[in-house]
């Protein structure tokens, strides 16, 4: 299959595409070739330093994450740790690459602080606001109910990937924010183990992952997560159509990950299809129509009321009642507005009917691409 590659950045053949790579992650990111994926989301160790067991209100044990990954002997080895894997990762990313992290008020700001050392640009902090926290069971602080995702593009220079229009139509029409409400993953999505205990203890829900990747990169790009867990990212990356490479120290969850894969299928090409935005349409000076020979000067032009009309210069300028300027500021002038847009308000008459002169400006648009495609217009 021919790759369509959106950034002009070749993806290298050599790449581990779509598979589970065993091992530390650091080490592993450091073997694949350099500058070759488009995307990271990495959802690394939190550094929870959880002491003691925790209880709920009935006694019951709090499964908590005290996991011997997720342990760390001070600031300064996370530290070490954090500089060290965002560093590996920086390497593997496109030129135009991003990444996202992951973390609570443990980790993030620490990993914010070394995402700016290393020169990434951070695009956003999303909150990810818990729509089901987890309630705190002491009552001695406020119920954490989010967490949060730093968006960061490879420099400030990249020209990161932002599917604007398909987060705004995912949000039904309005534009996407940094906030947002999603549930902890639970229910038949969290995957159990052999004794119908959780299989993860951070397993991230699909919703997530699925706006991160609709938002973020395009069908057949390459999306890397270096902390792939139960493989979350590799799940929905492979519905939409996008390729992984997920890295993976723990056997247990290695197997788990993999188990859950085979079970995903691709969405279908038309289903994978999101909103792009639309092209910008070419700027066409009102002084065309007048030097193409579509109105001529002299002839006039009416608002739509017809209370209104002004008459076209050679310059492209109009004028009406003693007011001179653009088809914006005479429209403007005549109707006391703060501004007018010309295009839609003047009107010409062509055997007895009013016509809107935003026909001549696509009648223009029409031959320019026309021009461009070596198409005629129609
Ligand atoms: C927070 S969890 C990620 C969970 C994942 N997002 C999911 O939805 O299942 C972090 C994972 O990183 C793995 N891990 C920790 N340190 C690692 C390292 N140095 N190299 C590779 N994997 C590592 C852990 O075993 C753990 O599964």
Same mark, same amino acid.
């Given at each position: 299959m021919t790759k369509i590659d959106t950034k002009s950045q070749a993806t290298p053949r050599s790449l581990p595409l779509n598979q589970i790579l065993a091992g530390d992650c650091i080490e592993v990111m450091n073997s694949l070739p350099e500058g070759s994926v488009d995307l990271i989301f990495a959802d690394p160790p939190?550094?929870?330093?959880l002491k003691g067991e925790l209880h709920r209100p009935d006694n019951s044990l709090v499964d908590a994450v005290?996991?011997?990954?997720?342990? %760390?002997?001070?600031f300064a080895s996370y530290d070490r740790f954090t500089r060290d894997w965002l560093a590996a990762a920086r390497r593997l990313l496109k030129p135009d690459g991003a990444i996202w992290v992951i973390g609570s008020y443990h980790n993030i700001f620490r990993v914010g602080a070394e995402l700016q050392n290393q020169g990434f640009w951070i695009l956003n902090d999303v909150v990810w606001r818990k729509a089901n926290p987890m309630p705190n %069971?002491?009552?001695?602080?406020?119920?954490?109910a989010h967490e949060t995702m730093i968006w960061a593009s490879k420099s400030e220079a990249a020209r990161y990937t932002f599917n604007y229009e398909a987060l705004k139509s995912l949000n039904e029409g309005v534009q996407m924010r940094s906030d947002w409400v999603l549930p902890i993953c639970t229910g038949g999505e969290r995957l159990k183990d052999a004794d119908g205990g959780?299989?993860?203890p951070t397993q991230k829900p699909e919703a997530l992952l699925h706006r991160v990747l609709v938002g973020s990169t395009n069908p057949g790009d390459v999306v890397l997560d *270096? %902390? %792939?867990?139960?493989g979350t990212t590799g799940a929905v990356a492979k519905m939409l159509g996008r390729d992984f490479i997920g890295i993976e120290r723990e056997e247990a969850y290695r197997e788990v990950a993999q188990k859950r894969l085979a079970r995903v299928r691709k969405f279908d090409s038309e289903g994978i299809a999101t909103t792009k935005a639309k092209r910008a349409e070419p700027r066409v000076p009102f002084g065309q129509v007048i030097e193409r020979g579509m109105l001529r000067p002299g002839e006039e032009l009416f608002s739509m009321n017809s209370r209104h009309k002004a008459k076209v210069r050679a310059d492209g300028s109009l004028i009406g009642n003693d007011v001179k300027g653009s088809i914006h500021q005479v429209g403007a002038a005549l109707e006391g507005? *703060?501004?007018?847009?010309g295009w839609t308000y003047w009107h010409f008459r062509r055997e007895g009917r009013m016509v809107p002169i935003d026909v001549l400006r696509q009648q223009i648009r029409a031959e320019m691409e026309a021009d461009e495609t070596g198409r005629r217009p129609n």
């Open positions: 939190y550094n929870l330093q005290d996991d011997h990954w997720d342990q %760390f002997s001070s %069971f002491r009552g001695k602080r406020l119920t954490n959780k299989a993860h *270096p %902390f %792939f867990g139960t507005a *703060p501004s007018c847009n």
